[in-house]
């Protein structure tokens, strides 16, 4: 046992491949600024379970985008059918238990990814008003006050967010990013690269399924936004602004793009888009990857001085 816990010592990618699942200290800021703001800010849980439900559906994009080097336009329709799913079932009384519907809703966004996965990857109206359940038999959803809606959502992303992070360090995770940075040679060693890329997209859609029943649920109403270009341009948006491949980038992109756009709205109601499109030019022609590349390459440059 010695000699081979010395020989590990000696191969510092080794020792990079034990410790890359554990969780640094530093992770644990997102969750504490999350219910910071549940008490700081009561006034905008609103506004907060929005951002919560825009994280975790940046988070399943990026699952598929920023680890498999899956390039899709058409992650709205998993999320649309996520949230069409929880509202045309509570709409007609048929389920409005939260929770078990958050499950039907991944299990209609499964089978959608994976028909649709396996053919892609081989090659205005409607609006419903939604009487939810309360949760666990006892908290309302108020749509006065989104105490619970907050709560729900930020467990919801927490218990996705861990799923993912699990995956994204495993076996099979190093493998998709292998695929994104190499398929040929990934073809060459004998993985099963179609159906590896055919289980994250899948994984990819149930996850968005949640984030779209998520926000059918916290809003208590659906309509044919969820599933429209503009939902599926956000999001990239969100990931091209945070980084993707980087497990965090969903958290700091969809932030950046929420706020922004709700401040931008504010002082320009008629061309807000025009701010986010100017952050966006610059993100791509000076960030290597996003806020988080321009992060990265700060904190490098002040760790190459302190050497100096």
Known sequence: MTALTGELAR?????????????????????????????????????G????????????????????????????????????TVGMLAYHGIWTEPISGL???????????????????????????LPIAPLLGRFEFDPLYSNTQYLYALLVLFVCF????????SPFGQSLTGIRENILRMHAVGSPVRARLVTCYTLS???????????AQTSAYVNLSALGL??????LIMLILGGYGRLYGAFVGATAYMVLSHFLARIYPTAW??????????????AKN???????????????????
Do not use: C, N
């Open 11 to 47: 191969h510092s990618a080794a020792q990079a491949l034990i410790a890359r699942h554990r969780l640094r200290p530093w992770e644990t800021l997102p969750w504490i600024i999350a219910v910071a703001g549940y008490v700081a800010f009561p006034d905008y849980l609103g506004f």
């Open 49 to 84: 379970t929005e951002l919560l439900v825009a994280i975790l559906f940046a988070l399943s994009l990026d699952l598929a985008l920023g680890y498999a080097g899956i390039i899709t336009l058409g992650h709205a329709a998993f999320f649309g059918a996520g949230a069409y």
């Open 103 to 129: 499950l039907l809703a991944a299990a209609v966004a499964v089978i959608i990814g994976l028909g649709s996965g396996l053919v892609l990857l081989r090659t205005s109206g409607l609006t419903f008003l």
């Open 162 to 169: 861990a799923f993912v992070r699990t995956l994204i360090y």
């Open 205 to 215: 859609a149930a996850i968005a399924g949640i984030a779209g029943g998520l926000w």
């Open 230 to 235: 503009d939902r599926a341009a956000a999001v």
């Open 273 to 286: 888009q025009l701010g986010l499109g100017l952050l966006l030019v610059g993100i791509a022609l000076f």
């Open 290 to 308: 996003g806020i988080l590349g321009i992060a990265e390459a700060l904190l490098q440059r002040w760790r190459s001085r302190r050497k100096d």
